[in-house]
């Protein structure tokens, strides 16, 4: 199968090399909003590890309540595809501004909302459905954040460097997560008391200061001129997309397709060390304390906000593609080894594995991510096209990656190998999309 030409019409709107002031404010604004959805969702999968099941679902026996609140989490990405669906439509029709504006409306209002939330000691079965309603509107929310995030500042930045600025974005959600992961470190050390009874709301509450700065500055942002250009040339030639989503899957469903496998490996590393590899860690048969886990996972995760800006010059120097399918492989060969690590019941071994996935794979996949993506769609559906591939694999990969591995390992009686089959199986499909990938021509 051949896919055809996706060649950006707007191409020609970023006639130099240097960032604009309105492009970096663009960057800093992207930028702000991606460490703010990663925190809250790390935040969330955090919880789910330790918290969420003792104090929503107290009444079931501790392996069902692990799994139940995993459950939650997963939840939360199943809202993801139509939160990209409809913002992204917003975007391609009416401006990435009010698009990225609504999203972090919603995600402020869910997660600040489960800080808040009584637990079922308090109100009964209440708690879980309001946890599920909010976990569905921060998935909703979230859900064309970091789709917007990468379009806006592809569409700024300068045609040679879209590699690089892209990946400034995708090294943010590493820093979510160790903004996450080392808050719920520093309540739980308050104590178990504490952390079941008001600790565990502060991470939640403390989004408020993030959200109302990240409001602030999107309130400022401009139009991007590649967007604006293919809006003026549509209306030139009478050729306006009406709606966005019909015309991407009359013409971009093979880019559709290409986008949501190139991703599966990069979302099931990505969401079994942030979010799984604290319960396996923690768990009776492995046995490492809470704390020590915590701050493997943060310490870990910190490797990747440096490094990914790499992987993004790299793909702009060798292709996104070639970048990509570098880091999906990478995480293939790595996928036994880091499970096997996470096992070992030794905190260095442990931030060893975190380290590997964050220090060799997610850069990789994140730094070339960005410039893979948005390459793949013209500008005036690139928002709906992004959103719908990615969060479509959000909803069917990151979301239930966690889920997953945690039954594969009850499956298997505490081994991790069939887990880390599962992880092996996702990267290797992001191998195989990138090189059918190459059959579509890209700007790198």
Same mark, same amino acid.
């Given at each position: 199968?051949?896919?055809?030409?996706?060649?950006?019409?707007? %191409?020609?709107?970023?006639?130099?090399?240097?960032?604009?002031?309105?492009?970096?404010?663009?960057?800093?604004?992207?930028?702000?909003?991606?460490?703010?959805?990663?925190?809250?969702?790390?935040?969330?999968?955090?919880?789910?590890? *330790?918290? @969420?099941?003792?104090?929503?679902?107290?009444?079931? $026996?501790?392996?069902?309540?692990? #799994? #139940?609140?995993? =459950?939650? !989490?997963?939840?939360?990405? $199943?809202?993801?595809?139509?939160?990209?669906? @409809?913002?992204?439509?917003?975007?391609?029709?009416?401006?990435?501004?009010?698009?990225?504006?609504?999203?972090? @409306?919603?995600?402020?209002?869910?997660? $600040?909302?489960?800080?808040?939330?009584?637990?079922?000691?308090? @109100?009964g079965a209440a708690a879980p459905i309001l946890l599920i309603f909010l976990r569905l509107l921060q998935g909703f929310g979230a859900g064309a954040e970091l789709a917007g995030a990468m379009t806006l500042v592809?569409?700024?930045?300068p045609p040679k460097r879209r590699g690089f600025y892209t990946s400034l974005v995708l090294s943010s959600p590493p820093a979510g997560i160790a903004f996450a992961t080392f808050a719920f470190f520093a309540v739980s050390s308050l104590g178990t008391e504490a952390l079941l009874g008001w600790a565990w709301r502060v991470p939640f509450l403390v989004s408020a200061v993030l959200f109302f700065l990240a409001l602030y500055i999107r309130n400022r942002l401009e139009e991007t001129p590649e967007y604006s250009a293919a809006v003026q040339k549509a209306q030139t030639e009478r050729t306006k997309t009406k709606l966005p989503l019909r015309d991407v899957l009359a013409?971009?469903? %093979?880019?559709?397709?290409?986008?949501?496998?190139?991703?599966?490996?990069?979302?099931?590393?990505?969401?079994?060390?942030?979010?799984? =590899?604290?319960?396996?860690?923690?768990?009776?048969?492995? &046995?490492?304390?809470?704390?020590?886990?915590?701050?493997?996972?943060? /310490?870990?995760?910190?490797?990747?906000?440096? *490094?990914?800006?790499?992987? &993004?010059w790299f793909s702009d120097? !060798?292709?996104?593609?070639?970048?990509?399918?570098?880091?999906?492989?990478?995480?293939?060969?790595?996928?036994?080894?880091?499970?096997?690590?996470?096992?070992?019941?030794?905190?260095?071994?442990?931030?060893?594995?975190? =380290?590997?996935?964050?220090?060799?794979?997610?850069?990789?996949?994140?730094?070339?991510?960005?410039?893979? /993506?948005t390459n793949l769609f013209p500008a005036q559906r690139r928002l709906t096209g992004i959103g719908l591939a990615r969060e479509t694999n959000g909803a069917l990969v990151a979301g239930f990656s966690p889920l997953i591995a945690a039954a594969l390992v009850a499956a298997a009686d505490g081994q991790t190998h069939l887990a880390a089959g599962y992880l092996l199986a996702c990267c290797l499909a992001s191998a195989i999309a990138v090189m059918i990938s190459t059959k579509l021509r890209t700007n790198n």
């Open positions: 199968m051949t896919l055809k030409s996706t060649q950006p019409e707007a %191409r020609q709107s970023a006639p130099t090399e240097i960032l604009t002031q309105a492009g970096r404010r663009a960057v800093f604004a992207a930028v702000l909003g991606t460490v703010i959805e990663w925190y809250d969702y790390a935040l969330y999968g955090a919880a789910a590890g *330790l918290v @969420i099941a003792p104090l929503f679902f107290s009444e079931s $026996v501790p392996e069902a309540a692990s #799994m #139940m609140a995993f =459950a939650t !989490f997963a939840v939360g990405f $199943v809202a993801r595809p139509l939160g990209g669906v @409809i913002v992204g439509h917003i975007g391609d029709k009416h401006g990435r501004r009010p698009a990225m504006m609504l999203t972090i @409306i919603l995600m402020g209002v869910a997660t $600040v909302g489960v800080g808040l939330l009584p637990t079922s000691m308090a @109100i592809a569409e700024f930045a013409k971009d469903w %093979r880019q559709v397709l290409v986008g949501f496998f190139s991703i599966t490996g990069h979302n099931a590393m990505n969401y079994i060390l942030a979010v799984y =590899a604290l319960t396996l860690m923690t768990s009776p048969l492995v &046995g490492l304390d809470k704390s020590a886990a915590l701050l493997a996972v943060t /310490l870990g995760s910190l490797v990747s906000i440096g *490094l990914t800006p790499l992987g &993004g120097r !060798f292709g996104a593609p070639r970048v990509l399918l570098f880091g999906s492989l990478m995480g293939a060969a790595l996928a036994y080894p880091i499970f096997a690590l996470l096992a070992a019941g030794n905190f260095t071994l442990a931030f060893t594995a975190i =380290a590997l996935g964050y220090g060799l794979v997610i850069p990789a996949t994140s730094g070339a991510q960005g410039a893979f /993506l």
